[in-house]
């Protein structure tokens, strides 16, 4: 027993403050991958059952609805592309470096963290799908989190809900830099240390600010839903409800950092460096129409 | 002792330990993985031990992404209360064996809270023990149908 037990603590002593553990977890963990197909079986056969044994009046139905939804889309995306062309061009001008241009991969979500306290899903993309620990994962209203534990085909995304998740953030209006915490709960997040003469309102919206190095610029966080000024404390207390909807999303997507397009970067290859200071305080002004 | 009952029952104690519940019922999950251990070493004392409770254990850290070690170390406690007290286990009627089932499950629960929160946030209250009170509740279904399948 005493063996056995001190085996353990040195093995949760080691796992904790150090990462040499990590191979070893990987390949358990890729042999334990089935587990949680296992649990997602039951929905992959109820959708198998639904998609196979649905209508042909409701095929055509939600046909005509998705390319109607399509053709919406698109005008937008035409309008985005204009906008996006301008925006760099301003931002060549001002000779701040080029907007970084994300590629991205659908995952799903096929388990959750069984620790209530602990916000975690499982995705099924490992690492032979490029996937890597710090990677920023996307819904589709906004942030979902980031890569945290990555295995052969499954990996493990902290979502930035978790009490143990920060995101820098700056508010979309005026570009105002804070950091957004976790609070252990799906539909609230807490704005921390804003002081009481800041300018921010119920309402703004929050994207990241990629300060950390970690998210992409210029992603919707959540909104801020209430404000309150607590005697006696510095700081205001305020709550923000994350954009996406964190308890109840399936499908979400990894980015992956690509280079500048070349287009981009010819001519603010060395600005970058020499303003690098300046690149997070102009607000992207592409943010506001997403 | 029937091995691949035993590792069939391991299986599904894994896929029940990370099924998808409502938030509510979270709280409330058995621990699976005990309760099966629990059962296998009241049958088989001389053939399961420390050995099989801390494989299985590192598996389920594995699987439920805690720390490398923390499930081994109080499924191996499980274990080895279970071992110096078996033969009398064994005699208890099915609602004293639910007690059991408590008392031990509570300190395995105990020693996973208390890892868990000396390395991340835990509230402060005696949430950590619903576990413990339906692996309690559910040991004389588990027993039977087990008991049952063991025939087999």
Do not use: C
């Not at chain 1, 820098?168 to 799906?186: D, E, K, L, T």
């Not at chain 1, 994207?207 to 950390?212: C, F, I, K």
């Not at chain 2, 998808?20 to 031990?49: C, D, H, N």
């Not at chain 2, 509570?106 to 390395?119: D, E, F, Q």
């Amino acid at each position: 027993m005493l063996v056995v037990a001190v085996l353990s603590l040195a093995l949760i002593l080691v796992d904790y403050r150090f990462s040499y553990l990590d191979p070893a977890r990987r390949t358990l963990s890729s042999l334990m991958t089935p587990i949680y197909h296992g649990v997602d079986l039951p929905y992959v056969v109820s959708r198998w059952v639904g998609n196979t044994f649905v209508s042909h009046a409701r095929l055509r139905e939600e046909n005509e609805e998705l390319r109607a939804r399509m053709i919406v889309l698109e005008a937008q995306v035409q309008k985005m592309v204009a906008l996006g062309a301008e925006v760099s061009r301003l931002r060549d001008l001002l000779n701040a470096s080029a907007v970084v241009d994300e590629s991205v991969v659908v995952s799903e979500i096929i388990s959750v963290n069984p620790d209530p306290y602990v916000h975690e899903v499982i995705i099924n993309k490992g690492y032979e799908a490029g996937t890597y620990v710090g990677q920023p994962v996307l819904g589709a209203q906004g942030l979902v989190g980031q890569v945290v534990d990555v295995s052969r085909h499954s990996s493990r995304v902290l979502l930035i809900s978790d009490s143990s998740h920060a995101v820098p953030v700056q508010v979309n209006r005026n570009g105002m830099r804070a950091i957004v915490f976790g609070v252990g709960s799906h539909g609230e997040l807490e704005l921390v240390n804003v002081a009481e003469t800041a300018d921010i309102k119920v309402g703004d919206l929050l994207v990241t600010s990629g300060l950390g190095g970690r998210f992409p610029v210029g992603y919707p966080v959540g909104t801020v839903t209430s404000m309150e000024q607590e005697p006696g404390q510095p700081f205001l207390r305020i709550r923000v409800k994350p954009a996406a909807e964190l308890d109840r999303i399936r499908h979400v997507l990894l980015v992956f950092k690509r280079e500048p397009l070349p287009m981009l970067s010819t001519g603010s290859g060395r600005s970058r460096e020499e303003n690098g200071q300046g690149r997070e305080e102009h607000r992207q002004p592409s943010a506001a129409e997403r | 002792m029937n091995i691949p009952l035993l590792i069939l029952s391991f299986l599904v104690a894994f896929l029940l330990s990370v099924i998808t519940l409502p938030e509510s019922l979270m709280l409330w999950r058995p621990e699976w993985a005990a309760l099966i251990l629990f059962y296998w070493v009241l049958q088989a004392p001389e053939k399961v031990g420390l050995g099989l409770a801390w494989t299985v254990g590192l598996l389920l850290d594995v699987l439920e992404g805690t720390l490398f070690g923390l499930n081994a170390l109080s499924l191996a406690v499980v274990a080895y209360l279970l071992l110096t007290m078996h033969q009398r286990i064994k005699m208890f009627p099915l609602l004293q064996q639910s007690l059991t089932v408590f008392m031990v499950i509570g300190i395995n629960v105990m020693l996973v809270h208390w890892v868990k929160s000396l390395t991340g946030y835990r509230p402060a209250d005696m949430t950590f023990l619903f576990p413990a009170i339906s692996s309690a509740l559910i040991w004389p279904i588990l027993y039977l149908v087990m008991n049952r399948l063991d025939r087999y």
